[in-house]
DNA sequence: TCGGAGTAGTTGACGTTTCAAGAACCTGGA
DNA sequence: TCCAGGTTCTTGAAACGTCAACTACTCCGA
């Protein structure tokens, strides 16, 4: 390892970019929706069920889909059920397993909260952004994250 | 506010790798800079203070450069101090400023960890993207980046 | 039927980030 | 001169994410 790969221009520029994007713009999407007490991480909950066949996952693939730790998952899970924007029904046939549901009052929220943080979301990118410009954000981040969700528990790094 | 401006596909596909990204992607990071004993930021303080003339920033720009709060600079610095990586020296004019200067030791340690982290970085999104994609990227997060950077101070957000 | 290996989910402790407050200092006007 | 308001940096508490156990269950082969 170690070989004298360095980063070229352009990928400087876009690396340094992104740590832009992440480092400060990111933040200011958990304030707008702290205003309603939810974490982005509450809300990608409630995405991910929302979007599910009969709004409701397995907690693993609930976990998967909000990009996030089983951990993770539990403990940001405890305020969404608490409130009763999630309920939590045993999985018949296996009596490991528990399924989030998102209830009505949930998806409420839910629809509450999503045109506030969409429209964070297009001040933060896409606004400054043309056409032509998303998309190729789109197919660059696309093929990145499409590797990072295919290998989802094989090697972590490195051979 | 909260018009009815949605995400169209494309943008939605964006945004979602985006979040893919920073979630599943940048943890990575971390752990390989650990082995090293440092985190992210401690190294993009490194790499901000050995690219500032004399090799040393008055703190708030320090705090710029590295996109971090200033009381997360504060708490981090902690240790690059103790162990040498850094030294504090006062601004002369200015009783209130520091300046922190990279000493050999820390201008050492980053030559030694950053092939490392370069590596994850490319291994994480430039191995992935063709010369075209690279350069998309580029543009489109550049625009983003200038945007937050250029509002610091100013208004939060909305009008 | 048993037992080891793997899966699903939770918990608590630890390290990090954030936020609000504060200490020390500078600036400019009355 | 003095003091109000801004700047610079630090600090401690609270909230969050991660990691390593741990419980409970399933699967499968002997």
Same mark, same amino acid.
């Given at each position: 390892?170690?070989?004298? #790969?360095? @980063?070229?221009?352009? !990928?400087?520029?876009?690396? %340094?970019?992104? +740590?832009? *994007? $992440?480092? #400060?713009? @990111?933040?200011?999407? !958990?304030?707008?929706?702290? %205003?309603?007490? +939810?974490? *982005? $991480?509450?809300?990608?909950?409630?995405?991910?069920?929302?979007?599910?066949?009969?709004?409701? +996952?397995?907690?693993?693939?609930?976990?998967?889909?909000?990009?996030?730790?089983?951990?993770?998952?539990?403990?940001?899970?405890?305020?969404?059920?608490?409130?009763?924007?999630?309920?939590?029904?045993?999985?018949?046939?296996?009596?490991?397993?528990?399924?989030?549901?998102?209830?009505?009052?949930?998806?409420?929220?839910?629809?509450?909260?999503?045109?506030?943080?969409?429209?964070?979301?297009?001040?933060?990118?896409?606004?400054?952004?043309?056409?032509?410009?998303?998309?190729?954000?789109?197919?660059?981040?696309?093929?990145?994250?499409?590797?990072?969700?295919?290998?989802?528990?094989?090697?972590?790094?490195?051979?």
């Amino acid at each position: 390892m170690a070989e004298d #790969r360095w @980063l070229d221009d352009t !990928e400087q520029r876009a690396w %340094r970019a992104l +740590l832009v *994007v $992440v480092n #400060r713009g @990111l933040p200011g999407l !958990e304030r707008t929706l702290k %205003r309603h007490d +939810l974490l *982005v $991480v509450h809300y990608s909950m409630l995405v991910a069920l929302s979007e599910a066949p009969g709004r409701s +996952l397995r907690l693993t693939d609930l976990a998967e889909a909000a990009n996030v730790s089983p951990s993770r998952l539990s403990h940001r899970l405890r305020l969404l059920i608490e409130r009763g924007d999630v309920a939590i029904e045993s999985v018949e046939g296996d009596a490991r397993g528990k399924t989030a549901v998102l209830t009505e009052t949930g998806h409420e929220r839910l629809i509450e909260v999503a045109p506030h943080h969409v429209e964070d979301v297009r001040r933060l990118v896409f606004d400054h952004l043309d056409e032509d410009e998303t998309a190729c954000l789109a197919a660059a981040l696309g093929k990145v994250a499409d590797v990072l969700c295919r290998r989802d528990g094989t090697t972590t790094d490195v051979g």
